[in-house]
Nanobody, 130 residues
Framework: QVQLVESGGGIVQPGGSLRLSCEAS????????IGWFRQAPGKGRKAVAC????????QYVDSVKGRFTISRDDAKNTGYLQMNNLKPEDTGTYYC???????????????????????WGQGTQVTVSV
């Protein structure tokens, strides 16, 4: 059973940057789609970005395009989310999750209501505030 641990959250001013990490143990991410999700205060959890294990396909929701970059390092069994030009509306708890052997979880249909089911981390808090 793969276990995921997120890190890298914090408090940042608008326009700032953070880099989140999602480290896996107990199994390899090599054949998994990695997704990042966030849950704003008082709201449901929404997908933000994904990266496939095939050909490095990446997808983003519209609200983060051009500001967030998802990446992965399978040698380190870790996924990343680089967040630039952060806005107050990016505040929330960020989770990573995986979908094993299902590349279609990160295709052109990827959107905020997509959810993964194989493994989730415990979340890391991101607060964007003056």
């Amino acid at each position: 059973q793969v276990q995921l641990v997120e890190s890298g959250g914090g408090i940042v001013q608008p326009g700032g940057s953070l880099r989140l990490s999602c480290e896996a143990s107990g199994g390899s991410l090599q054949n998994s789609v990695i997704g990042w999700f966030r849950q704003a205060p008082g709201k449901g959890r929404k997908a933000v970005a994904c990266i496939s294990y095939r050909e490095g396909v990446r997808q983003y929701v519209d609200s983060v395009k051009g500001r967030f970059t998802i990446s992965r390092d399978d040698a380190k069994n870790t996924g990343y989310l680089q967040m630039n030009n952060l806005k107050p509306e990016d505040t929330g708890t960020y989770y990573c999750a995986i979908a094993e052997w299902r590349p279609w979880f990160c295709d052109e249909d990827f959107g905020p209501d997509v959810t993964f089911s194989d493994a989730w981390g415990q979340g890391t808090q991101v607060t964007v505030s003056v």
